[in-house]
């Protein structure tokens, strides 16, 4: 049998393991992404990025989401993740991250989340099979416009509500009309967002359908899911997304067989090291704003008796500088505020 160790082919890609960082809406930037491959992930993808804003030369968008670290090609790919509803922008988009660096271009069309499906992108394509298609068709001619061999992948529901399998049909087309390299395939309905049970089978006959790689996401938040799903389906690769939020760990424990849970410690000097690196980013003031998502995923691994937990996170969401939320990290080192 397959193993997740092994390498696969992307394309003109060698991805070294099977196991992928998932685009995360708002989180997925450069050193997120760096973190998931210091801890094994052997390709990521970024956060979701607008075609128009890239287009349109939106100063943020192209300095800020589109920065790829050196230090992250060492580990293996990097992917950009797209959205959109104009095949025009998207081909001018996805020329300029293929110019940009981008070893890969995905594009997305299963985010269920309103503000994006009433664009016509994300979801809503699902209901669009025909722009689907030409929205890919534009990336692939864009990608293959800079000149680079970047491969194109999407990433898909299985429908739009429960018992529609709308997004089997549609990969097809993607890649046989539209030339894509991969699908990632998320084998629940929009409507369910993250929750009820992943629909394996239907993952697993796409897999046996599809003549491209399936790289399986959605419900794979331990490292037995993801071991008992990518047996269950035979999917090329598997992408771990919100299971990893705060647990790099999650990585090892799937590619190299960790047991032990993080110690307090090891949760700590990982935190701190992604406070330098949003700091890095985004400069001392907005990264102790943008510290704040982040410590909810964290805390309540630090083993902390509940008052102390909840004392803690209360003070470090009010920490105006990241100096100010190293010293109350620091204080939770304290053997009177850990666990029993």
């Known amino acids: 049998m397959t193993r997740l160790a092994e390498p696969w082919q992307l394309g003109p890609l060698r991805v070294p393991n099977r196991v992928v960082l998932a685009p995360l809406a708002g989180i997925?930037?450069?050193?997120?992404?760096?973190?998931?491959?210091?801890?094994?992930?052997g390709m990521a993808v970024s956060e979701m990025i607008s075609s128009h804003a890239i287009h349109y030369r939106n100063r943020k968008t192209c300095s800020e989401m589109l920065r790829i670290d050196p230090r992250e090609r060492d580990g293996g790919p990097v992917s950009m993740q797209l959205f959109g509803d104009?095949?025009?922008?998207?081909?001018?988009?996805?020329?300029?991250?293929?110019?940009?660096?981008?070893?890969?271009?995905?594009?997305?069309?299963?985010?269920?989340?309103?503000?994006?499906?009433?664009?016509?992108?994300g979801a809503a394509l699902l209901r669009d099979p025909e722009r689907a298609v030409a929205l890919a068709r534009a990336a692939v001619h864009g990608a293959k416009a800079s000149g680079r061999d970047v491969p194109v992948t999407a990433k898909l529901r299985s429908g739009l509500r429960a018992g529609d399998a709308s997004g089997v049909e549609l990969a097809q087309r993607l890649v046989g009309e539209a030339g894509v390299a991969a699908i990632a395939?998320?084998?629940?309905?929009?409507?369910?967002?993250?929750?009820?049970?992943?629909?394996?089978?239907?993952?697993?006959?796409?897999?046996?359908?599809?003549?491209?790689?399936?790289?399986?996401?959605?419900?794979?938040?331990?490292?037995g899911r993801v071991r008992e799903a990518f047996a269950r389906t035979g999917a090329?690769?598997?992408?771990?997304?919100?299971?990893?939020?705060?647990?790099?760990w999650l990585f090892a424990e799937v590619l190299h067989g960790r047991e032990q849970r993080p110690t307090p410690h090891e949760v700590l000097a990982e935190l701190e090291w992604t406070m330098d690196r949003a700091a890095e980013h985004l400069g001392e003031e907005r990264a102790a704003r943008y510290m704040r998502k982040f410590y909810p995923w964290y805390v309540p691994q630090?083993?902390?008796?509940?008052?102390?937990?909840?004392?803690?996170?209360?003070?470090?969401?009010?920490?105006?500088?990241?100096?100010?939320?190293?010293?109350?990290?620091?204080?939770?080192?304290?053997?009177a505020a850990l666990a029993a």
């Open 28 to 41: 997925g930037n450069w050193f997120v992404r760096l973190q998931a491959k210091r801890f094994g992930a």
């Open 185 to 223: 395939f998320h084998p629940r309905p929009a409507t369910a967002h993250h929750k009820g049970q992943p629909d394996l089978e239907l993952a697993a006959r796409l897999v046996a359908a599809l003549p491209a790689p399936v790289i399986l996401t959605g419900g794979l938040s331990s490292a």
């Open 236 to 248: 090329a690769a598997v992408m771990l997304a919100r299971g990893a939020l705060g647990n790099p």
């Open 302 to 335: 630090l083993g902390l008796a509940t008052a102390c937990a909840r004392d803690l996170m209360a003070r470090l969401q009010a920490a105006e500088t990241l100096a100010q939320a190293g010293r109350l990290l620091r204080s939770a080192q304290a053997p």
């Open 86 to 121: 104009d095949p025009l922008i998207m081909r001018a988009a996805a020329e300029q991250v293929a110019r940009a660096g981008a070893d890969a271009i995905d594009i997305n069309m299963g985010c269920p989340v309103p503000k994006v499906c009433k664009t016509g992108a």
